[in-house]
């Protein structure tokens, strides 16, 4: 089924690609000061204030599917430690030992566990983060009896995905609006098909920024995807702090749009969203893309890539998807988007600008800068 807000946008977009008319307003351009993604006190007041405080997607549930799956994430500059329990319930911890604040995995992709052992000294938590042995115990004379459990932090599931934080949050308060959506779509029961993670370096903001713009198809993109696309014909709207949109195909030109509702409308437009603060989904025609930035510095930002299917996967469907997520992983997004996202971080450096201009068909990019401005301040 179709979510409404899918059609709604399907229906704009036709009308600007039956009008040859693109999506503008004299309101939907912004100049964004170069400081904000160069400046490291500007990074720490994100972290503080932003980070450490805003729910994130971390996972894809079926990343964590048996009791002992477990992987790390880093939320705010604190590596967490993601771990489905005997009970069935994704907990996360502090990913240090309370004893002298070794990582306990060090991994960034997922992993198995039936306890956590340091391999410092041996300390040992169960799957709930309790402490089950010390070894030379009575050495402690008693030091020890506050670090009894690894320190907690919050996590829930919810729309088919793990979402952290460092403070309390209810993630259907989160999205707002978009439940109804994520309900609709129902990621939960797709599962992660592939996985790739690197380091861009290049600021967070510049990502999202990427993703929220297609003025850039036809040029950037000219080799790969863009024979796909129609030129700068993207529409978006403000869902809270997140922002849906969806990018017109070039298919979109050989229906009728009475029948955009029951159409299958990824095949005819790239719906996505950008969950506020740090992740973009992509709704590609058999798949989804997920991508989660963790901000590492100023000018440094960890991009984890997630591929979800749903359904069975023959032999055939196997080599497709592997397919697809070799072009679009590092043939579009690390050869071309990631690629420009480090040269605009260099070519700032050389910049007589001191403020970034983002025109009319770049609109989406304001609101998301809006959003950032009222949580961590202007």
């Not at 100049?31 to 971390?58: D, G």
């Not at 994430?73 to 009970?87: M, N, T």
């Not at 992509?282 to 960890?302: F, K, Q």
Request: charged share 25%; aromatic share 8%; hydrophobic share 40%.
């Amino acid at each position: 089924m179709n979510p409404a807000s899918h059609v709604d946008l399907a229906r704009r977009l036709f009308q600007h690609v039956k009008t040859n008319h693109a999506a503008t307003g004299k309101d939907r351009t912004a100049l964004v000061k170069k400081s904000r993604y160069m400046s490291p006190e500007r990074f720490a007041q994100e972290r503080e204030h932003l980070f450490a405080t805003t729910p994130q997607i971390v996972a894809h549930a079926s990343e964590l599917v048996e009791p002992g799956a477990c992987m790390t994430v880093d939320v705010a500059g604190i590596s967490l430690l993601l771990v489905r329990g005997a009970d069935d319930e994704i907990r996360a911890f502090r990913n240090a030992c309370r004893h002298r604040s070794t990582e306990l995995v060090p991994e960034d992709a997922p992993c198995r566990k039936k306890a956590f052992v340091c391999r410092y000294h041996g300390w040992t938590y169960d799957l709930t983060g309790r402490r089950i042995h010390v070894p030379h115990l009575p050495s402690f004379d008693g030091l020890d009896a506050d670090r009894d459990a690894l320190v907690p932090a919050h996590a829930h599931v919810h729309g088919g995905f793990v979402w952290a934080s460092l403070a309390p949050f209810d993630p259907a308060a989160h999205l707002g609006a978009l439940d109804e959506d994520f309900a609709l779509l129902d990621l939960g029961a797709s599962r992660v098909h592939a996985r790739a993670s690197r380091e861009v370096r290049g600021n967070w903001k510049l990502i999202v920024d990427a993703f929220l713009d297609g003025y850039h198809i036809r040029h950037l993109h000219r080799d790969t995807v863009y024979r796909f696309f129609f030129d700068a014909q993207s529409e978006a709207e403000a869902v809270g702090p997140h922002i849906r949109a969806a990018t017109a195909r070039r298919t979109l030109a050989e229906v009728n749009e009475i029948t955009l509702e029951n159409a299958p409308i990824r095949e005819l437009v790239t719906p996505s969203y950008s969950i506020f603060p740090n992740t973009v989904l992509v709704l590609h025609p058999d798949y989804t893309s997920v991508m989660r930035l963790e901000p590492l510095a100023a000018d440094r930002t960890r991009f984890v890539h997630t591929m979800l299917v749903s359904g069975e996967v023959s032999a055939e469907k196997k080599d497709h998807f592997d397919k697809s997520f070799a072009l679009i992983d590092q043939g579009v997004f690390a050869s071309e988007d990631l690629a420009v996202v480090e040269s605009i971080q260099r070519g700032m450096q050389s910049s007589a600008d001191e403020l970034m201009l983002f025109g009319e068909l770049e609109f989406a990019a304001k609101w998301f800068h809006d959003a950032v401005d009222s949580v961590v301040g202007d």
